[in-house]
């Protein structure tokens, strides 16, 4: 018998595929935006600047091309962060599986225990009472009606 995730694992998975719907967007977003200001740029034919100073050339690029390379790692990272917590996730479901399976062993093995002491004070009372029985015979080999009372289980 498979018993339910707890929900607290059932939240965290819904969250984390909820992050996953929201960069997946955020991503397509990005990129739709990137193509269209390509196209925009080649339209316009736009300029970016250049900085020159005697030991290197710098390129400076629009303030969105800058925005735009930052999105894409930040989308990136937060895939890595999607991978990184659906593992754990499954992780964490897998271990919790195998608790409830060793307390399903350990429930079985509880109810064989009280079996096996169940049978124990079984024959510890027949034990009694015979030891009873034997202890009476010979304090009063003449007597059966002691006798009849101990196989009744009344005590010594």
Request: proline share 1%; aromatic share 4%.
């Amino acid at each position: 018998m498979v018993l339910p995730v707890s929900s607290g694992l059932q939240l965290k998975d819904q969250f984390v595929n909820l992050l996953q719907i929201s960069t997946k967007v955020v991503n397509s977003a990005t990129t739709q935006l990137e193509r269209a200001n390509r196209k925009k740029q080649k339209a316009d034919n736009a300029l970016i600047g250049v900085n020159i100073t005697v030991e290197d050339i710098e390129v400076v690029q629009s303030l969105h091309a800058e925005e735009e390379t930052a999105c894409k790692a930040s989308v990136a990272e937060l895939f890595q962060e999607i991978k990184r917590l659906q593992a754990e996730n499954q992780k964490f479901a897998e271990s919790q599986q195998q608790l409830l399976e060793n307390q399903q062993r350990l429930m079985h093995k509880q109810t064989e225990l009280v079996e096996i002491v169940q049978r124990l004070q079984s024959r510890q009372d027949i034990n009694g009472r015979l030891l009873c029985t034997v202890y009476d015979r010979q304090r009063f080999p003449g007597e059966h009606a002691l006798f009849n009372q101990q196989i009744e289980g009344t005590s010594c």
